[in-house]
């Protein structure tokens, strides 16, 4: 039995160690803290705080001050924060950045290990509720998908447990945004744009380019992934197919001889 299993397959999708910039995973999680950790196939404790930054940020007026801060309205932004709510969100932002980045360099280290070993893992997994195979798929494709809704890309990619995950999020941010009541008063020419703007909520808005763009970076870069560990497990097949079968050419040739 291997020590550090270095991929798996199972109904809720696909995952396997790679080499990842820790700068890159800690950037995603200054972006939405909770990002970066999902983007390590850590999403149990990537939702728990992508949670907690919502209901954090919501409390603390965060997002609202920062739209009064970019009208240049600093007093109105300075009384609109939550003090309390604030001061538990600062250690809870540099925390979430620190983490992704130290936990990426960890298992950096546990991929450096398991590089060179061959990658032995189901590459079908058939169920009565689910049917889960690893193949090539196309990465831009599945960066599209969750641009347009982020969620889409990653069910593209069969990746389940972060499809519902983000299909949810942004559910209730699309919801408490009134983003899609926007576009279509505009779109319907129902309103101006100042009288289409006033049904917007910035709070819950400034949260959709950091989970749009991430969606869809995580469907791009997982992809990826899933595409250079499908090549690998088949490489990996292959030289021990090919063994087995020259083991066999040998043996045969050597009892030809002997004959």
């Not at 889409?152 to 990746?159: A, D, E, I, K, P």
Request: aromatic share 16%; with cysteine.
């Amino acid at each position: 039995m291997a020590r550090r299993n270095n991929a798996v397959l199972d109904f809720l999708g696909s995952a396997g160690l790679s080499y990842r910039k820790p700068a890159i995973i800690a950037w995603w999680s200054a972006a939405f803290p909770g990002f970066g950790h999902m983007l390590l196939d850590m999403h149990i404790k990537g939702n728990v705080l992508f949670l907690f930054e919502i209901i954090i940020n919501f409390n603390s007026k965060l997002n609202l001050a920062m739209v009064y801060t970019f009208m240049g309205d600093f007093k109105r932004s300075a009384l609109t924060l939550n003090t309390q709510w604030t001061l538990i969100y600062i250690p809870f932002y540099f925390y979430c950045i620190w983490d992704s980045y130290i936990t990426t360099a960890k298992l950096n280290r546990i991929n450096a290990l398991t590089k060179d070993k061959p990658v032995t893992m189901k590459v079908l997994d058939l169920r009565t509720y689910e049917t889960c195979f690893i193949d090539k798929r196309l990465p831009w494709l599945a960066s599209v998908w969750s641009f347009l809704l982020p969620g889409l890309g990653q069910v593209y990619t069969r990746r389940l447990f972060t499809a519902l995950s983000l299909l949810s999020w942004s559910v209730t941010i699309y919801v408490n945004s009134h983003q899609l009541q926007y576009i279509q008063l505009i779109v319907n020419h129902e309103a101006t744009m100042a009288e289409a703007i006033k049904v917007l909520n910035p709070e819950w808005l400034l949260f959709m380019p950091s989970l749009i763009f991430g969606a869809a970076y995580d469907a791009y870069a997982k992809t990826v992934e899933s595409n250079r560990l499908f090549e690998k497990e088949l490489l990996s097949y292959l030289k021990f197919e090919w063994s087995i079968a020259k083991s066999d050419l040998i043996i045969k040739e050597k009892r030809g001889s002997d004959l």
